[in-house]
């Protein structure tokens, strides 16, 4: 059974950066993309980023493009989103997940293609 693991979480200043870390075991890690969604309290879980299984190709919400970087590491069978220019609205429980399907072609935004997910990292920016 696959698990995953966030870190890096934390409470952090508009403006600031945080780097968020999810090791993942129990799988063949590198045959499968990955995705990092978010949730802020009384919404819904949103799309944050999505990287393939290969690491060629990546995909971003536009509320986050050019300020967040999504990358893995196959080696470490750890993904890795590097969040600037933080701003309040960031604030969310982040979880990352990985992709059901094994070498899918392209990333999805589609949480129900992703299973399983992390217990979730919060976020906090003040302003």
């Known amino acids: 059974q696959v698990q995953l693991v966030e870190s890096g979480g934390g409470l952090v200043q508009a403006g600031g950066s945080l780097r968020l870390s999810c090791a993942a075991s129990g799988r063949t890690f590198s045959s499968y993309a990955m995705g990092w969604f978010r949730q802020a309290p009384g919404k819904e879980r949103e799309f944050v980023a999505a990287?393939?299984?290969?690491?060629?190709?990546?995909n971003y919400a536009d509320s986050v493009k050019g300020r967040f970087t999504i990358s893995r590491d196959n080696a470490k069978n750890t993904v890795y989103l590097q969040m600037n220019s933080l701003k309040p609205e960031d604030t969310a429980v982040y979880y990352c997940?990985?992709?059901?399907?094994?070498?899918?072609?392209?990333?999805?935004?589609?949480?129900?293609?992703?299973?399983?997910w992390g217990q979730g990292t919060q976020v906090t920016v003040s302003s």
């Open positions: 990287i393939s299984w290969s690491g060629g190709n990546t």
């Open positions: 997940a990985a992709d059901k399907w094994k070498q899918r072609p392209l990333t999805s935004s589609l949480p129900q293609t992703y299973n399983p």
